[in-house]
């Protein structure tokens, strides 16, 4: 996220008795204000903060305080709480995690490459129109991943739409623009490097864009897993939700996974993070490999 350009801190107010004071910090932190973003998050975003997360927020939170102009995080929170405008934004985006990569584990590719092969030779002519979601798109990296190995798969004229989403709206504008620093794909290899990125000249040396024929097969939307309204018309024959309900409570998980498997086709792929097991699960979704399930 970028830095946010401010004023300089104002005095600090005494924080209300509501639980003992952090003390040598610019701002007055509390434990009850820690409870109270802990709450709030869970409810707008379904992240489940555990206590361990005291020094994250409030590393995060401050330039919310300081951009808003607001002296305690007491302050802050109470003034939130009665404004419905873009400030909510705002907090989701500063206490969102964004770890991402190009081909970030690996396998999933790998077996992704294989169903696509396998279905496409199955499937009685014209080719199938695929449609994938990935619901955790951050800054790109991983839905541009998706579109590279479906084109080196199914080859250039590869008919497919790919739902690229996230909550944090900040990242996904990265996303969409598809701008990058050449030393940070050096991974990709120089074939995929020249076939799916344009390289930039004068003052854009050492960066990369997405070229157009990769980006157009990508849709980039808002979507909040814990509200109901998804905005899908078509079901998807695979989803990626990797390292996402690991944020997530069990019954916030439970839900999650209940909406994945409505817009998701019989027999449809379900990829995710490493760390994620939902073997509570098999009555939606079968374990069919390494953190990828079926839906049932």
Known sequence: MPESTCAAPLPIRPAPPSGPL?????????QADFARVQALIHQRAGINL???????????LSRRLRDTGHRSFHDYLAWL?????????EFVNALTTNLTAFFREQHHFGILAAHLRAKSAAASAPAPNWRLWCSAASTGEEPYSIAMTVLETLGAHAAFTLV???IDSRVLATAAQGVYRLDGLKRLGAE?????FLRGKG????????????RQHIDFISVNLIHDDWP???????????????????????????RIHRVLKPGG??????????????TLFALRGKTVYERR
């Not at 998807?236 to 839900?255: E, G, H, K, L, S």
């Not at 792929?269 to 098999?282: C, D, T």
Request: proline fraction near 4%.
């Open 164 to 166: 690229a989403s996230d």
């Open 192 to 196: 995929r490097l020249q076939r799916f």
């Open 232 to 258: 899908f018309q078509e079901p998807f024959d695979m989803v990626f939700c990797r390292n996402v309900m690991i944020y997530f409570d069990a019954p916030t998980q439970q839900r999650v996974l209940a």
């Open 50 to 60: 555990h206590d361990g997360k005291h020094a994250m927020v409030y590393s995060r």
């Open 22 to 30: 952090e003390q040598g910090r610019e701002f007055a932190w509390t």
């Open 81 to 89: 709480q009665t404004h419905d405008g873009p400030e909510w934004q």
């Open 269 to 282: 792929l379900l990829f995710v993070g490493h760390a994620e097991n939902f073997s509570e699960s098999r």
């Open 203 to 214: 003052g854009n040396a050492g960066m990369v864009r997405v070229k157009p024929e990769l």
